[in-house]
Structures are given as C-alpha cells and as structure tokens.
C-alpha cells in the first residue's frame, strides 16, 4: 500500500492529478467496528460497519483504472451464457463489460433492469416487473476516463420501456406513467394521484397502475447523494472480491458473517433488537407463507404471489445491531468467501463446469422475512451470479 500512495503521491506532483483521485487511492472510507471472536472457531476480527456503496465501488474503479488494473469493454450486443445447458441472456440488448486485471470480468454497466416470467405462463405481465431504478447505479465516461454514480435526472427513463432496447423477441408491457417515483419524466397530463398503488401482490393491473416500493411512499426520485450512499448491487463474486483484493481486505467467512449477525445475543435478524419489520429492514414485507407451495415442497410458481416494486436504501438507514453493524439482514445479500461443506450442508446452487460457487447470506430488499434470518438453509450460488439484490461486504484480514 506504501508503494500504491507513492506512486500515486508522483503521478500527482507530475501529472497535476486530483486530490481526489490519490485519495480514492489511499482511503477507500470504510468504518470497521470490532467483532469479538465466540471462543470456538471464530476469532476476534474487523467488519465493515456497512456493504460497500457505489461511491465506494466507484473510487475503487478510478484508482484502480489509474493502475492501469481496470479495462473498459465497448458497448456492444449481448452475448448469451451457458448455463445447465441453456442459454441465458441478459436483461437488455447491449452491454458494456469492467474488467479487472485483464480478463476478470467485474460489472455490466448496462445490467439495465429486471422482468420474468414469475409464474411461469408463458409471458410477462405487468405486475412481474420490478423497478426501472434496480439499474446498475455506475457509469464510465469515456471522454473523462472515469468512473462515477449514475445521476437519476440525467438518465433518460424512456429507453426502459423501448422495445428497441430488449433483446429480439422480448417486449415491454409495463409504461413509465406505472412508476411513482419516475413521474416527473410522464408525459404532460398524466394525474399521478387517485391511482391504485401496489407494492408488492400479484394482478391483472391496467395501465392506470402506479407501483411504488415500501419505502419510496414520497414518490420522489432520489438524489444524486442519496444513491452514492445505496450499496452496490450486480456484482459477482470476483466484483466483491476484486474490490477486497485492491485495498487488502476480504471477504467475510460464513461463520465470520453468521456470528456478527447474532449480535452476540443470538439474535436471527441483524437487527438492533434482533426483530425484523419494515422499520428496521429493507425487504420486501412479506411472508414465505404466502408463497404456496407443491406437494414436494417445492415453491408453485403458477401460484407466485407478488413481485417487490422497490429498491435498495442508503446503508445504515436504521439502527445498526448490537455489535454496531448495519444492514447484516436486508438491503442486498453478501457475498462471503465461503465453499459448501458437508458440516454447513447448504444447498447447493452451482453453475456449469468450471464455474465456481460460493456462500451468499444476508437476505436482500426483494425478499420475504424468513430469507433475512440467519436460521434460514444458506445456498452456495455460482461466482458469475449478478442482480439488483447481490453486493458485498469487507473484513479486515489478519496482520
């Protein structure tokens, strides 16, 4: 790191970089608080008070573009992935790669938004859409050679509900006078009050529906500040970990990641009092009962319930828990650096071959109560996964 501020310290004194830029450098502004070890196997260690938010990831991509460690990809087709012997597409017609060290495939920039077929029927209806918002909040601008957070006025809101947009064959049913927050980019005339407003439950909505998250209920679109402050979504497991490596940091372990959750008062939600409703974690408000299931066990998925319509929060937007950690339920779910075993039994959600996976915990905004409680089974989900509920979280490593 001493070498990283010199050089940097040179580029500066020749070049006439920003202060800014070395400072992005030398401090990647992380707070860590203390966690005491449970005198078995986890030992006394430094979490990250919070995940990492997308100014954070933003100033780790400049400076690590000014080492010359990030490669920007050019906008261009999407390209399909191979998965269980499907082809599976991103959820917008181009695409525009980060890509760390060479070949490391980091972020999609224009990981734009999500929609599916929920219940399996056969198409995509208006109430299976989520949140235009749920975009990938950083951009590069190429003339400047930088990296910053996407400013939600500058954005034109429209191409979301273009045809020409998707990839062939796929079109939009949803319209932007259906998002809330969104109303100041309607067309002139369009009334935003006496309107059935839904968050979350499933219906045969008509394109008078308004749809906004729980806690977007103002309706505003949020500030350029406030999203600086959201935690960084759509990364994979090589993002999180690109990110740890840079700053010498790390990923937290399963059990490292489960114990600060407990707060040291064997609390199931990461919470200050170790309950969970809309007050003191983002998600979704609702139950897993109310997604009925098979026989087997299995979730119906003809009977799928409602599909969230909000977004992540600026982190540490309630009271952090015991251990004075923020948002260890909620928010997005965290990548650890943790592998299944046969001890944590977990199930196991891995890719194709060659593909590895990892433990991700935490819960996330767009689901139920139970998916945030550390007694929920943890999944090993495959290192290429990225969505608008997927970010991270550092611990310091051990001197």
Not at 26 to 42: L, M, W
Request: proline share 6%; charged share 25%; net charge positive.
């Amino acid at each position: 790191m001493k070498r990283k501020i010199l050089a940097l310290a040179l580029l500066v004194f020749y070049f006439g970089l920003p202060c800014t830029v070395f400072a992005q450098v030398s401090d990647p502004s992380i707070e860590f608080v203390d966690i005491p070890g449970n005198g078995k196997d986890v030992k006394p260690f430094k979490m990250a008070k919070t995940e990492v938010t997308n100014q954070q990831y933003v100033n780790f991509l400049n400076a690590a573009l000014l080492e010359k460690k990030i490669t920007v990809g050019e906008i261009k087709p999407t390209e399909p992935m191979l998965l269980k012997g499907k082809f599976r597409i991103f959820r917008s017609k181009n695409q525009q790669l980060v890509y760390y060290k060479g070949r490391t495939r980091i972020l999609n920039l224009l990981n734009q938004r999500a929609a599916g077929d929920q219940n399996k029927d056969g198409k995509v209806e208006v109430w299976e859409y989520k949140n235009p918002l749920n975009r990938c909040m950083i951009e590069f601008d190429s003339s400047k050679k930088q990296f910053r957070v996407v400013d939600q006025k500058k954005v034109d809101w429209n191409i979301y509900f273009d045809n020409k947009h998707l990839p062939p064959g796929k079109k939009t049913t949803d319209s932007i006078t259906n998002w809330a927050e969104l109303h100041e980019f309607w067309p002139k005339g369009v009334p935003l009050k006496g309107r059935k407003l839904v968050t979350w439950a499933k219906g045969d909505y008509g394109k008078d529906v308004l749809f906004a998250g729980i806690h977007d209920s103002d309706f505003k679109l949020p500030t350029l500040e406030e999203v600086k402050t959201w935690p960084v979504n759509h990364i994979e497991f090589k993002a999180a970990k690109a990110f740890a490596d840079f700053y010498g940091f790390d990923l937290p372990t399963y059990k490292q990641f489960k114990w600060a959750k407990a707060g040291g008062k064997g609390y199931k939600y990461g919470t200050a009092d170790g309950t969970i409703s809309n007050q003191n974690v983002i998600y979704n408000g609702h139950s897993i009962k109310e997604y009925p299931r098979l026989p087997n066990g299995r979730m119906d998925m003809a009977k799928f319930p409602g599909e969230p319509k909000g977004h992540v929060q600026p982190v540490a937007s309630f009271a952090p828990n015991p251990y004075g950690v923020n948002d260890l339920s909620g928010n997005v779910i965290e990548w650890t650096k943790s592998r299944n075993s046969p001890k944590l039994n977990c199930i196991y959600k891995g890719g194709p071959p060659g593909f590895e996976a990892f433990i991700a915990l935490g819960g996330g905004w767009a689901y139920w109560k139970e998916a945030q409680s550390s007694a929920m089974r943890c999944r090993e989900t495959p290192e290429f996964v990225n969505n608008d509920h997927f970010g991270l979280r550092v611990v310091k490593k051990k001197n």
